[in-house]
């Protein structure tokens, strides 16, 4: 079993507070978030952006091994996962993801392309864990 870590601070309410988020590998390191990053446009991150990080990078990874798959390397991919989060039943959710997919394959047909985008979107680690949120994918062959 792989483990890795994420952490979290936290001070104060929810609108004057403020938090910081790290990771075990200190690619972040105590990265400054609240209220107004999350909801407004302060400096900062937010569990959106680093899940939309996160869901992308996952994807683009299990895109990757599909090509393999298929004998296919890619040149680049690209990927953006933008996130939506919208107030539901007094509270807020994810309730949308969508992947933004372009990507340079030599030799890829558009069939064989859009097939193995559409298996990484559903197959991908990260896109298994939400379930919650509807996942839909826009793919680009370059």
Not at 24 to 33: C, T
Not at 90 to 104: E, Y
Request: aromatic residues 6%; negative net charge.
């Amino acid at each position: 079993m792989i483990k890795k870590t994420g952490s979290a601070k936290w001070s104060g309410g929810l609108k004057d507070g403020k938090g910081y988020v790290s990771t075990q590998s200190g690619a972040l390191s105590d990265q400054p978030y609240g209220f107004n990053t999350r909801f407004e446009d302060g400096k900062g991150t937010n569990p959106e952006e680093l899940i939309g990080a996160a869901h992308a990078g996952c994807f683009s990874m299990a895109l990757s091994n599909i090509l393999g798959d298929k004998d296919l390397v890619a040149e680049d991919i690209a990927t953006t996962a933008t996130v939506m989060m919208e107030q539901q039943d007094g509270g807020f959710a994810i309730t949308k993801i969508h992947l933004d997919l372009t990507a340079k394959i030599p030799g890829a047909t558009e069939e064989v392309f859009q097939e193995v985008a559409k298996t990484a979107k559903e197959n991908c680690p990260v896109s298994k864990l939400l379930t919650g949120a509807e996942i839909t994918l826009t793919a680009k062959l370059a």
